[in-house]
């Protein structure tokens, strides 16, 4: 089974500046996704940023991008110019390329304070 | 477009007791997915309906929860009777297909808060 470890339970930065978020994970297979979620208190799970496990370029959407080192297992979310509304809790999930295994596998969660 | 809905949004109940929960998709979406999310962990699959078939139930405590996805559209998860550990949130996730290399987007709705007492 696969799983993915989030090794942060809190990160602090102060606004502007530029944070990352460590995520690990393990499986056997070859051909997946990874996914950051940020989920505020209001609870809904929004995407931020996904990567296909067989492209080697790292994704980038606006001021967040991924360090993806397949080898290493090792899916790494950077902020930049962070903002107060970056505040929330982040999560990193795995989910299988296999057709029909949609479900996604959580990690623990990384809870971000930003510092006006 | 409007997103997943879920209700209630709060829920509060006695352990023996017996909740439920619904959900409406986004329109369109195929599939639907029901999460738990206890306190201070990521969420984790209890039931993914491909239409109104389930394709994965795995994680799902079949000897208190329960869910249907009538005519492939909204969903209900049930609880019965309900444990102390059961206090959590609930999450519904609506997608469309998967559809070969191209990844679906599980568009989640805002959850509903479960105490148990």
């Known amino acids: 089974a696969q799983t993915v470890t989030q090794s942060q339970p809190e990160m602090s930065v102060q606004e502007a500046e530029t944070v990352t978020l460590s995520c690990t994970y393990d499986?056997?297979?070859?051909?997946?996704?990874l996914f950051w979620y940020k989920q505020p208190p209001s609870r809904q799970m929004i995407l931020v940023i996904r990567q296909e496990a067989y492209k080697q370029q790292n994704a980038t959407e606006n001021r967040f991008s991924v360090n993806f080192q397949k080898a290493a297992k090792s899916f790494s979310l950077k902020i930049s110019d962070s903002q107060l509304g970056d505040a929330a809790m982040y999560f990193c999930?795995?989910?299988?390329?296999?057709?029909?295994?949609?479900?996604?596998?959580f990690g623990q969660g990384t809870r971000l304070t930003i510092n006006p | 477009e409007a997103g997943v809905a879920q209700s209630p949004r709060y829920k509060i109940i006695e352990k023996r007791q017996s909740v439920a929960f619904w959900c409406n998709p986004i329109?369109?979406?195929?599939?639907l997915y029901w999460y738990q999310q206890i306190l201070g962990q990521g969420p984790k699959l209890l039931i993914q309906f491909q239409n109104n078939g389930v394709v994965d139930d795995s994680q799902l405590p079949k000897d208190r929860f329960s869910a249907e996805r009538l005519k492939g559209v909204d969903s209900t998860l049930k609880i019965q009777p309900a444990k102390l550990e059961d206090s959590a949130v609930y999450l519904c996730?609506?997608?469309?297909?998967?559809?070969?290399?191209?990844?679906?987007?599980?568009?989640f709705g805002p959850g509903t808060r479960l105490t148990v007492l």
């Open positions: 996730a609506s997608s469309l297909a998967f559809l070969g290399r191209v990844v679906d987007e599980q568009f």
């Open positions: 499986t056997s297979e070859s051909d997946y996704y």
């Open positions: 999930a795995y989910r299988s390329g296999l057709q029909g295994a949609q479900k996604l596998v």
């Open positions: 329109s369109g979406h195929a599939t």
